[in-house]
């Protein structure tokens, strides 16, 4: 059982939790309601135990970067769930101005550094993230999420290598649902335990964690936030999965996978098996949770009526921000 | 306040100096650039006077070069980055094109890019097909980044320092031609050239030459050689691909009513196809010929000496050139 973690913390993760999956389903909704129109949705549904569990590690001053699956991390860091719904629909209120879309939530406040669409893009901004932090001497970390997929590109090796040759303070977080966008892992690469990469690197490998378990999450995180702070990089394969498509507009995602998918929904789901926990270990909790659940629908409604309430970027935003003005 | 004559490698390491000793943020990385002393001999001593933290020696990993620097400057330094030369740049496109010039603007100006990419560009020595190029229009085709090419030891000097104080991301290119040529440079630490900016090299009334960089040098020998016969070239060195100093171009071309543009890079979607659409729109009225263009031939760079300075604009190229419209 966890040692030292309060019941408070538990119900703060149960919170985020069914926020982001309530909040990712309403996404879907709206989708196919043709209400979010951009072309590009990734859903972290399944994934939300490793976002919410590996941030919760985090101090103030230190940093959030992602892909572009990045709504349920934005929301985990405390982004304001109205503004992420606005960016969806692209409006002026969004977190990114309506200029970024799902794939671009960022919050300089949070020290969020956004969502990322290239793949592996985001990865060589980790390090220089660190970098500054190193350089300024500030403490901070970086805690770098990396789908599966983005470890067989070059920006993965080039920026994991240079992080482990300067001892850039990064924590590397794999997320392996086992499928990059429609290709296995066991297909895009012989070494199917991606945590073993950090050997290669001459980084320290924190091995695989159980990405479904928000409290064994933490307490791996947490160990490699106290040594990525110490002494540089570490690299941790979370083992999660992807309750959608790689997109929404991927359809024959659980017809291809849905013996497997079905599987972690059953026995494997990060709500449930939290649920179970705080169950086991608190009498007369289901109440609490009840409302936890209850409150994020309000809260997702309430997002949504104020993204609908939001005005349009105008022209002036169109051409704002192209350069710094100097 | 002196004037010394110095070659272009010895002025663009005077800006990095200033600047280093200006700013605690400002630090150089990139290959070679610290114990190797630069590979064209631009960093040598900085090493020695700034130490590591400053001068960092990157592995050869161009994506992680470029991409570190965008988070590094995202995160309040200002990464001078070193890729050796452009050739090498094409690894980095994706680090530069869509991360570099787009952050500010996807973000909704929540971060700034002040980066600095540098490298050697340019032909002649038999290097071949691959170390080549001239592609400074790929990267002005992007909005979000600035492109300065400059031709002269004090102009590389006041551009860089420029480029260095400036809050938008710059791709700065040098001619490795230019390098070792010496001309005159104030050691005013403060002589700054605006980004933006061209500078009329000559002035003339028969004839624009529109250039930048290498191409001043054959521009200006040309006009020599046809000030004899009576011809007034002037010559524009647009010193900047993005922003382009159209006002500059236009007010010359108002005098002139005719232009050649000289580059060293290749015809097809290039400077001169800019320069002529430039004019062709807004100085229709003003046109009195059509507009040539003078460039390298349209091949591979070859190894043989013989055919690869048939391959090279030359000052007879410009001379032909102008007597065609005149």
Known sequence: MAKGITKEQLL???????????????????????????????????HEATGVGAIANLEPRDHVITAYRDHGTAIARGVDPNQIMAEMMGKRTGVSGGKGGSMHLASRAHNFWGGYAIVGGHLPLAAGIALEA??????????????????????????????????????????????????????ST??????????GYGIKDMGRVNGQDVVEVYETVQEAVAYARENGPVLIESLTYRYKGHGVSDKTYSER???ELREYKENRDPITLLANRLNKQYKNIQPELDKLQADAVRIVEESVTFALNSPDPTYEDLIANIYVEE | MAVKNIPMREALRQALREEMLRDGRVF????????????????????????KKRVRDTPISEMAIAGSAVGAAMAGLRPVAELMTINFAFLALDAIANHAAKIHYMFNGQ????????????????????????????FAHF?????????????????LKASI????????????ALYAKPGPVSDDEDLILPIGKADIKREGKHVTLATYARGVEWSLAAAKELEKEGIECEVVDMRWLRPLDTETLFESFKKTNRCVVVEESLPMYSFGSEIAAQLQENMFDYMDAPIKRVHSMDVPFPYAREIELMALPNAQKVIDAVKEIL
Not at chain 1, 190 to 199: G, P, S, V, W, Y
Request: one cysteine or more; glycine letters at 10%.
């Open chain 1, 12 to 46: 703060d993760w149960y919170r985020q939790i069914v926020l982001i999956r309530e909040f990712e389903d309403k996404c879907d909704h709206l989708y196919q309601e043709k209400k979010i129109t951009g072309v590009y949705l990734h859903l972290y549904s399944g």
């Open chain 1, 134 to 187: 190193q350089y300024n001497e500030t403490g901070a970390v970086v805690l770098s999420f990396i789908g599966d997929g983005a470890t067989n590109n070059g920006y993965f090796h080039e920026s994991v290598n240079l992080s482990g040759a300067w001892k850039l303070p990064v924590v590397w977080l794999i997320e392996n649902n086992f499928v990059a966008m429609g290709t296995r892992v066991e297909d």
């Open chain 1, 190 to 199: 012989a070494q199917t335990e991606l945590h073993k990469r950090a050997i």
């Open chain 1, 257 to 259: 996978f849905g013996e």
């Open chain 2, 28 to 51: 150089v990385m990139g290959q070679e650039v610290g114990e190797w002393q630069g590979t064209h001999r631009v960093t040598m001593g900085l090493l020695e006077e700034f130490g």
């Open chain 2, 111 to 138: 971060f700034t890019v002040p980066v600095v990419f540098r490298a050697a560009s340019g032909w002649g020595n038999q290097a071949t097909a691959t170390h080549s190029h001239t592609p400074e229009p790929i």
């Open chain 2, 143 to 159: 909005n979000g980044l600035y492109v300065g090419c400059p031709s002269t030891p004090a102009d590389a000097k006041g551009m």
């Open chain 2, 165 to 176: 104080r400036s809050n938008n991301p710059v791709l700065f290119t040098e001619s490795i």
